[in-house]
Protein backbone atom coordinates (compact mmCIF):
# COMPACT_ATOMS: atom_id res chain seq x y z
CA UNK A 1 0.00 0.00 0.00
CA UNK A 2 1.24 3.29 -1.07
CA UNK A 3 1.55 5.74 1.66
CA UNK A 4 -0.94 8.77 1.51
CA UNK A 5 1.61 11.86 1.20
CA UNK A 6 2.93 10.36 -1.92
CA UNK A 7 1.32 11.44 -4.36
CA UNK A 8 1.08 8.63 -7.41
CA UNK A 9 0.67 11.36 -9.80
CA UNK A 10 3.29 13.16 -9.65
CA UNK A 11 6.57 13.17 -11.77
CA UNK A 12 9.01 12.30 -9.00
CA UNK A 13 6.74 9.25 -8.45
CA UNK A 14 6.15 8.15 -12.20
CA UNK A 15 9.70 8.79 -13.06
CA UNK A 16 11.92 8.20 -9.68
CA UNK A 17 9.79 6.44 -6.83
CA UNK A 18 8.34 3.84 -8.71
CA UNK A 19 11.13 2.58 -10.79
CA UNK A 20 13.18 2.60 -7.51
CA UNK A 21 11.14 0.18 -5.79
CA UNK A 22 11.16 -2.30 -8.81
CA UNK A 23 14.84 -1.22 -9.29
CA UNK A 24 15.40 -2.56 -5.31
CA UNK A 25 12.56 -5.38 -5.50
CA UNK A 26 15.05 -6.64 -8.53
CA UNK A 27 17.99 -6.29 -7.04
CA UNK A 28 16.72 -8.45 -3.91
CA UNK A 29 15.17 -11.32 -5.79
CA UNK A 30 18.15 -11.99 -8.31
CA UNK A 31 20.69 -11.63 -5.49
CA UNK A 32 18.48 -14.32 -3.90
CA UNK A 33 18.53 -16.41 -7.05
CA UNK A 34 22.13 -16.18 -7.32
CA UNK A 35 22.51 -17.18 -3.77
CA UNK A 36 20.03 -19.77 -4.50
CA UNK A 37 21.92 -21.29 -7.20
CA UNK A 38 25.59 -21.48 -5.63
CA UNK A 39 23.84 -23.16 -2.46
CA UNK A 40 22.32 -25.40 -4.42
CA UNK A 41 25.38 -26.24 -6.69
CA UNK A 42 27.19 -26.80 -2.95
CA UNK A 43 24.36 -29.27 -2.11
CA UNK A 44 22.60 -26.86 0.87
CA UNK A 45 19.04 -28.41 0.36
CA UNK A 46 17.39 -27.14 3.38
CA UNK A 47 17.60 -23.19 3.10
CA UNK A 48 16.76 -23.52 -0.96
CA UNK A 49 12.83 -23.52 -0.25
CA UNK A 50 13.10 -20.35 2.12
CA UNK A 51 15.14 -18.80 -0.74
CA UNK A 52 13.10 -19.11 -3.17
CA UNK A 53 9.69 -18.60 -1.42
CA UNK A 54 10.74 -14.84 -0.69
CA UNK A 55 12.78 -14.60 -4.29
CA UNK A 56 9.86 -15.48 -6.30
CA UNK A 57 7.51 -13.06 -4.06
CA UNK A 58 9.79 -10.29 -5.15
CA UNK A 59 9.87 -11.06 -8.52
CA UNK A 60 5.85 -11.02 -8.86
CA UNK A 61 6.15 -7.31 -6.85
CA UNK A 62 8.51 -6.53 -9.68
CA UNK A 63 6.93 -7.65 -12.63
CA UNK A 64 3.09 -6.75 -11.23
CA UNK A 65 4.87 -2.98 -10.95
CA UNK A 66 6.29 -3.06 -14.24
CA UNK A 67 2.47 -4.29 -15.79
CA UNK A 68 1.00 -1.18 -14.20
CA UNK A 69 2.96 0.65 -15.75
CA UNK A 70 3.90 -0.10 -19.51
CA UNK A 71 3.97 3.13 -20.91
CA UNK A 72 6.97 4.27 -18.70
CA UNK A 73 10.89 3.23 -20.11
CA UNK A 74 12.25 4.08 -16.69
CA UNK A 75 10.61 1.10 -15.27
CA UNK A 76 11.86 -1.31 -17.92
CA UNK A 77 15.70 0.29 -17.24
CA UNK A 78 15.30 -0.49 -13.54
CA UNK A 79 14.28 -4.01 -13.97
CA UNK A 80 16.90 -4.69 -16.31
CA UNK A 81 19.46 -2.66 -14.12
CA UNK A 82 18.07 -4.44 -10.75
CA UNK A 83 19.22 -7.69 -13.12
CA UNK A 84 22.98 -6.67 -13.51
CA UNK A 85 23.16 -5.73 -9.74
CA UNK A 86 21.38 -8.17 -8.11
CA UNK A 87 23.74 -10.80 -9.86
CA UNK A 88 26.72 -9.23 -8.39
CA UNK A 89 25.33 -8.26 -4.94
CA UNK A 90 24.11 -12.28 -4.64
CA UNK A 91 27.85 -13.22 -5.36
CA UNK A 92 28.96 -10.77 -3.08
CA UNK A 93 27.14 -12.17 -0.25
CA UNK A 94 27.65 -15.44 -0.61
CA UNK A 95 31.25 -14.62 -1.03
CA UNK A 96 31.05 -13.09 2.37
CA UNK A 97 28.91 -15.86 4.14
CA UNK A 98 31.50 -18.41 2.67
CA UNK A 99 29.63 -21.10 3.62
CA UNK A 100 30.57 -24.59 2.67
CA UNK A 101 33.89 -26.38 2.83
CA UNK A 102 36.82 -26.80 0.68
CA UNK A 103 39.20 -29.28 -0.30
CA UNK A 104 43.42 -27.91 -0.48
CA UNK A 105 45.29 -29.86 -1.93
CA UNK A 106 49.21 -29.31 -1.19
CA UNK A 107 52.27 -30.59 -3.70
CA UNK A 108 55.66 -30.15 -2.46
CA UNK A 109 58.92 -31.96 -2.83
CA UNK A 110 60.29 -30.45 0.52
CA UNK A 111 59.79 -31.77 4.07
CA UNK A 112 56.00 -32.33 3.93
CA UNK A 113 56.24 -33.15 7.97
CA UNK A 114 56.39 -29.04 8.19
CA UNK A 115 53.29 -28.38 6.87
CA UNK A 116 51.71 -31.27 8.14
CA UNK A 117 52.71 -30.55 11.77
CA UNK A 118 51.95 -26.80 11.18
CA UNK A 119 48.20 -28.24 10.08
CA UNK A 120 47.93 -29.98 13.01
CA UNK A 121 49.17 -27.64 15.48
CA UNK A 122 46.09 -25.77 14.20
CA UNK A 123 43.74 -28.66 14.68
CA UNK A 124 43.42 -29.32 11.22
CA UNK A 125 42.96 -33.23 9.81
CA UNK A 126 45.20 -33.79 7.03
CA UNK A 127 46.17 -37.20 4.71
CA UNK A 128 49.25 -37.05 3.42
CA UNK A 129 50.61 -39.93 0.75
CA UNK A 130 53.61 -40.28 -1.55
CA UNK A 131 53.12 -39.08 -5.50
CA UNK A 132 55.57 -38.82 -8.66
CA UNK A 133 55.84 -35.19 -10.17
CA UNK A 134 57.52 -34.45 -13.07
CA UNK A 135 60.45 -33.38 -11.04
CA UNK A 136 60.62 -36.72 -9.35
CA UNK A 137 58.91 -37.76 -5.93
CA UNK A 138 56.76 -35.50 -3.63
CA UNK A 139 54.40 -35.50 -1.00
CA UNK A 140 50.68 -34.90 -1.42
CA UNK A 141 48.69 -32.93 1.29
CA UNK A 142 45.04 -32.86 1.28
CA UNK A 143 43.32 -30.87 4.01
CA UNK A 144 39.03 -30.27 4.32
CA UNK A 145 38.53 -26.75 5.82
CA UNK A 146 35.57 -24.17 6.28
CA UNK A 147 35.69 -22.10 3.69
CA UNK A 148 36.07 -19.09 5.96
CA UNK A 149 39.63 -20.73 7.16
CA UNK A 150 41.09 -21.27 3.67
CA UNK A 151 42.93 -18.11 3.92
CA UNK A 152 43.98 -19.11 6.93
CA UNK A 153 45.60 -22.54 5.83
CA UNK A 154 46.99 -20.76 2.43
CA UNK A 155 49.34 -18.68 4.78
CA UNK A 156 50.79 -21.63 6.97
CA UNK A 157 51.15 -23.62 3.29
CA UNK A 158 53.42 -20.19 2.40
CA UNK A 159 55.26 -20.02 5.53
CA UNK A 160 56.39 -23.83 5.96
CA UNK A 161 56.63 -23.91 2.17
CA UNK A 162 56.83 -21.29 0.09
CA UNK A 163 57.16 -22.74 -3.18
CA UNK A 164 54.21 -25.55 -2.88
CA UNK A 165 52.08 -26.08 -5.33
CA UNK A 166 48.14 -26.05 -4.25
CA UNK A 167 44.65 -26.37 -5.22
CA UNK A 168 41.08 -25.81 -3.87
CA UNK A 169 38.15 -27.11 -4.72
CA UNK A 170 34.62 -26.70 -3.17
CA UNK A 171 33.65 -30.48 -1.28
CA UNK A 172 29.81 -31.20 -1.31
CA UNK A 173 29.88 -33.72 1.17
CA UNK A 174 32.41 -35.32 3.35
CA UNK A 175 31.70 -37.60 6.23
CA UNK A 176 33.36 -36.67 9.24
CA UNK A 177 35.12 -33.24 8.93
CA UNK A 178 37.67 -32.06 12.18
CA UNK A 179 37.50 -28.42 12.16
CA UNK A 180 40.38 -26.15 13.83
CA UNK A 181 37.59 -25.08 16.75
CA UNK A 182 38.25 -29.35 17.53
CA UNK A 183 34.47 -30.42 16.62
CA UNK A 184 33.29 -33.05 14.27
CA UNK A 185 30.49 -32.25 12.01
CA UNK A 186 28.71 -34.94 9.32
CA UNK A 187 25.41 -33.25 8.94
CA UNK A 188 23.95 -29.83 8.61
CA UNK A 189 21.38 -28.35 10.34
CA UNK A 190 19.90 -24.93 9.19
CA UNK A 191 20.99 -22.83 11.70
CA UNK A 192 24.42 -24.51 11.73
CA UNK A 193 24.43 -23.82 8.08
CA UNK A 194 23.81 -20.20 8.31
CA UNK A 195 26.27 -19.54 10.66
CA UNK A 196 28.96 -21.04 8.51
Known sequence: MIPTFINTNSELYEWILFPLFIFICRICDVSLSTLRSVLSAKGKKKILPYIGFFEVLLWILAVSSILKNLNNAMCYIAFASGYAVGIYVGLVIEEKLAIGTQ??????????????????????????????????????????????????????????????FYSIEDCKNASQVRYADGNQKNKWSLLAMLKK
Not at 137 to 164: G, L
Open 103 to 164: VIRIITNQKSTLIVDALNAENYGSTCVDAEGARGPVKMIFTIVKRKEVPHVIDIIHQHSPNA
